[in-house]
């Protein structure tokens, strides 16, 4: 197993590990109650697949799916399902946070002071000053932590997805696109959320509320799965000979980002916000734009569904006249390419090395 490959895989599922505890950590500090740390028994699958995919995968990645992106949602996500129902009623204000912070660094200078005085260790120094530094978090108000969970754990995804070793199935390239595909993806799941919750009267709604992190949450699925970038491979049998089998074959990557678009992503979050306005009538400027972008996405996508399906039935239409064998239309192409390939070499040979024409006897007059 290469070094950097067992770092890599190790220092990931760390940082999944330590952000999950963190949201624990918030968790019973609102809640007030120990029972809450049972949550970071969660942490307890993440530490088995990493010994598994350490066994079985050398540390690589899986095919399609990532197992550790899966089981850190899983973790994570229990903890700011309960922060954001909590909510609570402590409002961040200018005055208070100043006078929070001022408190905060008094005590630190008087707990630096008095070790040094008393104890005179650095040991218990140490120690007094990572007890003055959480009191200190502690005073953070509960509205910026909870923001400041969501930011993170959105963060840490794209960031742990491009750390995690790849596959042999997944190019560095397909990884490139799928990254700069989640950036776009996490900025617009962090703007549902964060949007919508912040409305004073959706906080007043508990069945709204989880209505809202119950879509959040299914929006969030679409990051443990690969297939934005990669093909699915199939073979010339009966049944990828099938129309929708080939049409599966041939834009298997496309047909997932409409998928994604109309049934995870910008299709709820469009049934959400009119529901918002049409239902609970509840207008902002923010609100009526987001909806928007959302009809367009949605439209767009239909769109290119539409040229992607008139576009493959021409193709199918045009080999069944010239009498073609309509098989997998993946694997075709490539043999197509290599054969182009060929003929334009053949064809540059031939140019460079006209044929010598034969001498023909001029006919007996």
């Known amino acids: 197993m290469e070094l950097m490959v067992l770092l890599n895989a190790l220092v990931t599922r760390l940082l999944f590990v330590l952000h999950s505890l963190i949201g624990v950590w918030r968790v019973t500090a609102v809640k007030k109650e120990p029972k809450y740390w049972l949550l970071a028994l969660l942490n307890l699958l993440l530490c088995l697949e990493t010994g598994l995919t350490l066994k079985f995968k050398q540390g690589r990645g899986y ?39 001022n408190v ?100 007043k709604n508990y069945a709204l509320i989880n209505a809202i992190l119950a879509v959040w949450t299914w929006s969030m699925l679409q990051f443990p799965l690969d297939l934005a970038v990669q093909h699915i491979g199939c073979k010339p049998t009966a049944s990828t000979r099938r129309i929708p089998s080939l049409l599966l074959c041939r834009y298997s990557a496309e047909l997932w980002n409409i998928g994604v678009s109309l049934f995870i992503q910008d299709g709820p979050f469009f049934i959400v916000r009119s529901i918002l306005m049409g239902h609970f009538r509840i207008f902002n400027q923010m609100l009526v734009f987001f909806t928007a972008k959302n009809v367009l996405v949605v439209t767009l996508q239909l769109y290119r569904l539409a040229v992607i399906t008139l576009d493959f039935r021409a193709t199918i239409l045009q080999k069944s006249r010239k009498g073609e064998v309509t ?34 006897t001029p006919p007996d007059q």
């Open 63 to 101: 095919k399609w799916f990532s197992p550790a992106i899966f089981l850190y949602l899983i973790c994570t996500v229990p903890s700011l399902w309960l922060l954001e129902i909590h909510h609570g009623t402590q409002y961040c204000g200018n005055e208070s946070g100043v006078i929070q912070v």
């Open 104 to 203: 905060s660094n008094q005590d630190f200078n008087q707990t630096r002071d008095s070790s040094h005085g008393s104890e005179g260790t650095d040991h218990h120094h140490i120690i007094e000053t990572a007890k003055v530094f959480v009191n200190q978090l502690s005073t953070i108000c509960e509205t910026v932590w909870t923001l400041a969970l969501h930011q993170t754990f959105l963060l840490l995804l794209v960031v742990g997805r491009w750390l995690l070793p790849i596959g042999v199935e997944i190019t560095r390239d397909q990884l490139s696109q799928l990254l700069l595909m989640f950036v776009g993806t996490a900025a617009d799941i962090l703007e549902f959320a964060s949007e919508t919750l912040d409305i004073e009267d959706v906080r």
């Open 327 to 360: 098989c997998c239309p993946c694997e075709p192409y490539e043999a197509n390419t290599h054969a182009t390939t060929d003929q334009d070499t053949e064809m540059k040979d031939f140019v460079a090395f006209p044929p010598k024409e034969e001498s023909q």
